[in-house]
Nanobody, 116 residues
Framework: QVQLVESGGGLVQPGGSLRLACSAS????????MGWYRQAPGKQRDLVAT???????NYADSVKGRFTISRDNAKNTVYLQMSNLKPEDTAVYYC??????????WGQGTQVTVSS
């Protein structure tokens, strides 16, 4: 059974930065497209960014130019570098991937709060 564990969330002031990490229990980071999603209170879970096995990235319009997704295959870890954070970035951030059988895997989430 694959486990995804997020870390790196916290409280940050507007304009600040955080780096989230998603560690996988098996070597999946180099095998599947990985993604970060977020869910704010009372809202649906939305895609933030994805990275393919070939390194291609995709971002939600709201985070383009501010967030960067990357991965370290040797560490089985995916990162989300977040800069110039805004209060509207406040949410629980989840790591995600879908395997070849189209089964979805989610981490437990990490809270990011942007507030002065």
């Amino acid at each position: 059974q694959v486990q995804l564990v997020e870390s790196g969330g916290g409280l940050v002031q507007p304009g600040g930065s955080l780096r989230l990490a998603c560690s996988a229990s098996r070597s999946i980071v180099s095998t599947y497209t990985m993604g970060w999603y977020r869910q704010a209170p009372g809202k649906q879970r939305d895609l933030v960014a994805t990275i393919t096995t070939g390194g291609s990235t995709n971002y939600a319009d709201s985070v383009k130019g501010r967030f960067t997704i990357s991965r370290d295959n040797a560490k089985n870890t995916v990162y989300l570098q977040m800069s110039n954070l805004k209060p509207e970035d406040t949410a629980v951030y989840y790591c995600y991937f879908r395997d070849l059988l189209r089964r979805d895997y989610w981490g437990q989430g990490t809270q990011v709060t942007v507030s002065s």
